[in-house]
T-cell receptor, first 114, second 110 residues
Framework: DVKVTQSSRYLVKRTGEKVFLECVQD?????MFWYRQDPGLGLRLIYF???????EKGDIPEGYSVSREKKERFSLILESASTNQTSMYLC?????????????FGEGSRLTVL | SQQGEEDPQALSIQEGENATMNCSYK?????LQWYRQNSGRGLVHLIL?????REKHSGRLRVTLDTSKKSSSLLITASRAADTASYFC??????????FGIGTKLQVIP
């Protein structure tokens, strides 16, 4: 079974702290994604990556950066956390090209910024 | 901006009834997918329909796609209490970017 693992299920951070959210997939997928999910707003795409060291902005990249140094790992970085970044963060991965389609999701990381 | 918008945002039905959820999107797509999310968990893929397909079935699920109206529907037949979840449509408009809608919260009452 494909597994997408997010490093922390729950985090509590203080305003101004630097936050790292890690995501690892074991299916050799080319594509990896970070979404945030908020009540009434659904899932919104923050960043995605289609290859190692490649990244593309999603719909709400402000206040976030990402890193993909290895194919299996995609990190989301909050340089200086703010209270409006309190949310559920979901990582996903998928094949690209002719095998593109289904996204496989991790269980989510619920971040609270105080 | 989000590509898909589901309708209704919430739906409550009795066990055994059918549940229909709709999704509208804005730009051309390569494919459209439906996902399910149990409370507090990640999303699970249900079905994918490509832009050149009009209808697809998987078990109790039936998905239709009308590219001229930029809309899709998900039908769950003979619903069960275990179908209680949120359902999302997702569109792939190319360039690997997959965007989701706001979701429909389905409650199936035993």
């Amino acid at each position: 079974d494909v597994k997408v693992t997010q490093s922390s299920r729950y985090l509590v951070k203080r305003t101004g702290e630097k936050v790292f959210l890690e995501c690892v997939q074991d299916m050799d997928h080319e594509n990896m994604f970070w979404y945030r999910q908020d009540p009434g707003l659904g899932l919104r795409l923050i960043y995605f990556s289609y290859d190692v060291k490649m990244k593309e902005k999603g719909d709400i990249p402000e206040g976030y950066s990402v890193s993909r140094e290895k194919k299996e790992r995609f990190s989301l970085i909050l340089e200086s956390a703010s209270t409006n970044q309190t949310s559920m963060y979901l990582c996903a991965s998928s094949f690209s090209g002719r095998r593109a389609g289904e996204l496989f999701f991790g269980e989510g990381s619920r971040l609270t910024v105080l | 901006s989000q590509q898909g918008e589901e309708d209704p945002q919430a739906l409550s039905i009795q066990e055994g009834e059918n549940a229909t959820m709709n999704c509208s999107y804005k730009t051309s797509i390569n494919n459209l997918q439906w996902y399910r999310q149990n409370s507090g968990r990640g999303l699970v893929h249900l079905i994918l329909i490509r832009s050149n397909e009009r209808e697809k079935h998987s078990g109790r699920l039936r998905v239709t796609l009308d590219t001229s109206k930029k809309s899709s529907s998900l039908l769950i037949t003979a619903s069960r209490a275990a179908d209680t979840a949120s359902y999302f449509c997702a569109t792939d408009g190319g360039y690997q970017k997959v965007t989701f809608g706001i979701g429909t919260k389905l409650q199936v009452i035993p």
